[in-house]
C-alpha cells in the first residue's frame, strides 16, 4: 500500500497494488479512517514519501505489523504520479482511470507503482487497469468490529478456526477464495447490486444438481491470476502454462453449464467467456506435456515447433549411427579394412588406421597423434560434424530458452483475456459457494426495505450452529425498527448466550449484503451503511490502555461515528468499572442513542444492569427482552430462547459454581449477596449494619464445607446426622436434637 496525506491531514490517498495478480486499487479518505483502512486491506508493505509519514504510520501501532518503507519523494509529485500512471496504461489522459479530480489518490497511486518498478525492473504489464473505489460504496466495518465479530479469526483460538471465514468458504479456485473475502470485507451498499448477487445464488441454490457440475469443473482450475502474475513479469515456467492452458480448455464447459441457469447475471457472466483456443493451441504446440520447472535445462520444446531445434535434436540423438555409416564410409573409400572411428575428451572424434596401412591415408587426413601400433587422424568432415554434436546439447538449451521466452513473450499479449477469465472464474466461484452454503445449511433469502424494518425469524449463529456437537442451535428471532423498538434491551445471566445473540444479527446483516442467503427462516432487512460491535473484553497494555479504557474508546468512537441507518451491537457496556458509574454511563448511552436524532441507530444492548430495564418506561424506542433461565433445585437451565420481557436476576452465583468455583467461596457470595439485596449498600458505601454483617468471620462456613463439599470425611455432625432413627424420635427429642446442632453450628 502506498499513503499520501498533505501537512493539514484531512485527506489521504491511498493506493494499494498486488503484484502477483495485478489488482491495482485507490482511493481518498478522511485522514481519521487510514488506520481503520489499513486494517482491513492488511498490505505487507506500507510506502510514504518522507521520515516524518513513517513515523506517523508507526504510531498507529497496525497490529499486522507491516514493513514501512520511505520512497523518494520526488515521485510523489503531482506531474511525476501522472506520467508514470499514462505510461504505464498507454494513456494521453488519465480521466478515463477515474484519477482526474482525485489527486491525493493519483499520487499514492503513482508513487506506488514507481517504487514496484524499481524492484521489479520490468514493465508490469500484467498490471492493465487501476479501480477507485470508495468507502461510500460500501459498508463499513471497522478493525474492532471485524474482530468482535469474529470474521477471520477467531477471538479464542486466535486463528481461523472458529470464524465466519472458515465456516462459508468452499470456495473451489484460489481466485474465489480471494473474491469471497474481498466480498466480506467490503459488504455493499446498493440493493440493486446486492439483488443481482442474492438472485444468482437463488437460482444455483434451486438447480443445485447444476451447481455441483459446475463446482466439480471449477475445482479442477488452479490459480490462473498467479500465473497471469508471472507472465506479466516475465517468470512464468513452462509447467505453469501448461497449467494454464489446461485452465483455459475448461472454458466452454464452463460456458454451457451457465446456459442452463435462467439468471441474467449469470447469462452476463457466460456471454463474457471468450474464445481461448489461439492460447490453447499456442501452448499445446509449443510445449511439451511434463516440461521441468528450469527454463535453461532444455526439454521444453515439442518436436516440429522449430525447425533448427529439430535437427540439433538429431544429430545429438542419432550421432553414434552417424559414425558408423561415417567409418563404414571410410573403409570403402580409403580400402583400410582396420580403420575405425573414435572419440576420447582430449582429441574429440578421430579416425584411426594401424602402422600396416599407413600408406592408404588419404592426404586430407591430418595426424593428431602418434601410437605405438597405429596412428590417429582428423578430416575436415569429421571436424564439422564434431563441432555439430559436441555443441548440440548446449545449442538445444540455449536455442529452447529462446524460443520459450519468445513464447511467453506472445502469450505475455494476450494477457488482458487471461485476467478478464479469472475475474469471471473467481465470480462464479464465488456465487456457487454462497449457493452451495445456502443449500448444505438451509439459509434463507433475505429481502429488503426502506422503512428501517428489522424482522428476522428463527435466526441462527452461522459458526456456532456447525461447530455443535450432537446440539440443536437455539434459534432466535429479533425485530427492531425506526419507532417503538429502536433499542433491544437484552437481559439474562452470563452463558446464556447473549453475546452469541448480539454476533449472530451482526453476520446476517453482514451476509446479506454480501449477496449471500442467511440462517434463518425469514430475514426482512433495510440497509446499513456501518455495522458497530462492542463486546467482549479486551486491553491494550502496550499503548497504555486499561480493560475500561479500551471499552470507553471504542464506545466514543460509535456514538461519534454512528448514523441512523447504522446498526450497533452493545454488550455489558460499562462493567469495567464500579456499578454506579458503570450503570450511569450504560443508562446515559442509551438515552444518547434514542435522543439524538444525528445517531437514532438500531441497537442490541446487552446488559447486566436490570435497573436499564426501567428505560422502557421513559423512552418511547426502547424494549426489554430477556433471555429464558429455568431454575430447579438451585441450578440454572439454559433455554436459548429470547422472549419479551426482563430478567429476574442474573445468576452469577450460580454460574460461578458451573464453572467451578470452590465450594466455600459459593456459599459466602451467598450470603454477601444476601446482605446487599438488604438494601444495606449505597452509592456512599456499605452501612454500618452491612459491614457488621459483612465483616463476621467465614468460619461459620465450616458446616458447610463439612456437608457440602467433603461428605466423603464423614465428620461428627453428619455421622450423628446419618444415624438418627428418625422414625422412632417424639417431637420432643427431635426439637432437642435440632438445638444440638444448632449449638454447634
Not at 505487507?44 to 504510531?59: A, G, H, M, Y
Not at 594401424?354 to 602418434?370: A, D, G, L, N
Not at 439485596?677 to 454483617?693: D, M, N, Y
Request: charged letters at 25%; a negative charge; glycine letters at 4%.
Amino acid at each position: 500500500a502506498s499513503v499520501y496525506w498533505e501537512n493539514n491531514k484531512k485527506s489521504a490517498g491511498l493506493a494499494f497494488l498486488d503484484v502477483s495478480t495485478g489488482d491495482f486499487l485507490f482511493t481518498e479518505i478522511k485522514f481519521q479512517e487510514l488506520e481503520s483502512e489499513l486494517a482491513r486491506l492488511k498490505p505487507t508493505e506500507i510506502i510514504v514519501n518522507t521520515k516524518e509519514n513513517k513515523i506517523q504510520i508507526e504510531k498507529l501501532k497496525l497490529a499486522f505489523n507491516p514493513a514501512i518503507s520511505v520512497f523518494d519523494p520526488w515521485h510523489f509529485e503531482l506531474k511525476e504520479a501522472e506520467k508514470t500512471l499514462k505510461q504505464q496504461f498507454k494513456i494521453i489522459a488519465l480521466e478515463s482511470l477515474g484519477l482526474i479530480d482525485k489527486p491525493l489518490g493519483q499520487i499514492a497511486a503513482g508513487g506506488i507503482l514507481s517504487y514496484v518498478k524499481s524492484l521489479k525492473n520490468n514493465d508490469l504489464k500484467h498490471i492493465t487497469k487501476i479501480k477507485f473505489y470508495s468507502l461510500d460504496n460500501y459498508m463499513q466495518l471497522d478493525e474492532v468490529t471485524r474482530r468482535n465479530l469474529e470474521l477471520l479469526t477467531s477471538i479464542r483460538y486466535g486463528n481461523k478456526f472458529g470464524s465466519l471465514i472458515s465456516i462459508i468458504d468452499h470456495t473451489q479456485t484460489p481466485m474465489g477464495g480471494r473474491k469471497l473475502l474481498e466480498w466480506l470485507m467490503n459488504p455493499l451498499l446498493s440493493p440493486d447490486e446486492i439483488t443481482l448477487r442474492s438472485n444468482a445464488v437463488a437460482v444455483m441454490k434451486t438447480e443445485f444438481h447444476y451447481t455441483k457440475d459446475l463446482r466439480n469443473l471449477l475445482n479442477k482450475i488452479g490459480d490462473i491470476s498467479r500465473i497471469i502474475g508471472k507472465i506479466g513479469t516475465l517468470r512464468v515456467n513452462p509447467r505453469e502454462l501448461i497449467a494454464l492452458k489446461d485452465y483455459l480448455e475448461t472454458s466452454p464447459a464452463l460456458a454451457q453449464i451457465l446456459l442452463k441457469f435462467d439468471n441474467p447475471f449469470l447469462l452476463q457472466l457466460q456471454n463474457q467467456i471468450k474464445n481461448y483456443d489461439d492460447i490453447i493451441k499456442l501452448i499445446d504446440l509449443a510445449l511439451k506435456d511434463d516440461p521441468p520447472i528450469l527454463i535453461t535445462e532444455g526439454n521444453i520444446i515439442q518436436n516440429n515447433y522449430n525447425k533448427l531445434l529439430d535437427e540439433l535434436r538429431e544429430i545429438r540423438d542419432n550421432g553414434k549411427n552417424w559414425i558408423a555409416r561415417l567409418e563404414e564410409s571410410e573403409k570403402k573409400k580409403t580400402g583400410i579394412p582396420s580403420l575405425k572411428v573414435g572419440y576420447n575428451r582430449v582429441f574429440g572424434y578421430y579416425i584411426e588406421v594401424t602402422k600396416t596401412h599407413q600408406h592408404k591415408v588419404p592426404e586430407h587426413y591430418i595426424k593428431k597423434q602418434t601410437l605405438v601400433n597405429a596412428d590417429r587422424y582428423i578430416s575436415p568432415l569429421l571436424k564439422e560434424y564434431e563441432s555439430k554434436v559436441l555443441g548440440a546439447e548446449e545449442r538445444i538449451k540455449n536455442l529452447e530458452y529462446e524460443v520459450f521466452t519468445l513464447l511467453r513473450k506472445k502469450i505475455y499479449e494476450k494477457i488482458e483475456l487471461l485476467q478478464e477469465f479469472a475475474e469471471i472464474v473467481a465470480i462464479i466461484d464465488t456465487i456457487s459457494n454462497l449457493a452451495y452454503i445456502a443449500y448444505k445449511n438451509n439459509f434463507t433469502q433475505p429481502s429488503f426495505n426502506n422503512d428501517g424494518i428489522v424482522d428476522i425469524k428463527n435466526c441462527r449463529h452461522v459458526v456456532i450452529e456447525q461447530l455443535l456437537d450432537n446440539e440443536e442451535f437455539i434459534a432466535n428471532d429479533v425485530f427492531l425498527n425506526s419507532t417503538d423498538t429502536l433499542i433491544s434491551l437484552i437481559t439474562g445471566p452470563n452463558m446464556a448466550g447473549k453475546s452469541t445473540y448480539l454476533r449472530q444479527i451482526g453476520l446476517i446483516v453482514i451476509l446479506a449484503q454480501i449477496g449471500s442467503f442467511v440462517p434463518a427462516e425469514k430475514a426482512e432487512l433495510p440497509i446499513f451503511d456501518k455495522i458497530f460491535t462492542r463486546v467482549g473484553a479486551s486491553d491494550n497494555l502496550a499503548m497504555g490502555q486499561s480493560t475500561f479504557l479500551v471499552e470507553m474508546i471504542e464506545t466514543a468512537n460509535i456514538l461519534n461515528s454512528a448514523t441512523p441507518r447504522s446498526l450497533v451491537l452493545l454488550d455489558e457496556i460499562g462493567r469495567g468499572t464500579s456499578t454506579f458509574d458503570g450503570l450511569s454511563l450504560a443508562w446515559a448511552i442509551i438515552e444518547y442513542i434514542h435522543n439524538n436524532p444525528e445517531l437514532k441507530c438500531k441497537t442490541l444492548f446487552a446488559t447486566h444492569y436490570h435497573e436499564l430495564t426501567e428505560l422502557e418506561n421513559l423512552l418511547s424506542g426502547v424494549k426489554n427482552y430477556n433471555i429464558i433461565v429455568k431454575e430447579w433445585q438451585d441450578e440454572i437451565i439454559f433455554l436459548r430462547k429470547i422472549e419479551r420481557g426482563c430478567a429476574d436476576q442474573s445468576y452469577g452465583i450460580q454460574v460461578a459454581r458451573l464453572a467451578g468455583i470452590p465450594f466455600k467461596v459459593i456459599l459466602r457470595a451467598k450470603q454477601i449477596l444476601q446482605n446487599l439485596e438488604e438494601h444495606e449498600i449505597s452509592p456512599q458505601g456499605l452501612t454500618a449494619q452491612a459491614k457488621k454483617q459483612l465483616s463476621k468471620t467465614t468460619s461459620q462456613l465450616d458446616i458447610f464445607d463439612a456437608i457440602f463439599e467433603k461428605v466423603e470425611q464423614k465428620n461428627e455432625i453428619l455421622t450423628e446426622i446419618k444415624e438418627l432413627d428418625v422414625e422412632n424420635l417424639t417431637p420432643i427429642q427431635a426439637i432437642q436434637i435440632l438445638a444440638d446442632l444448632k449449638e454447634k453450628l
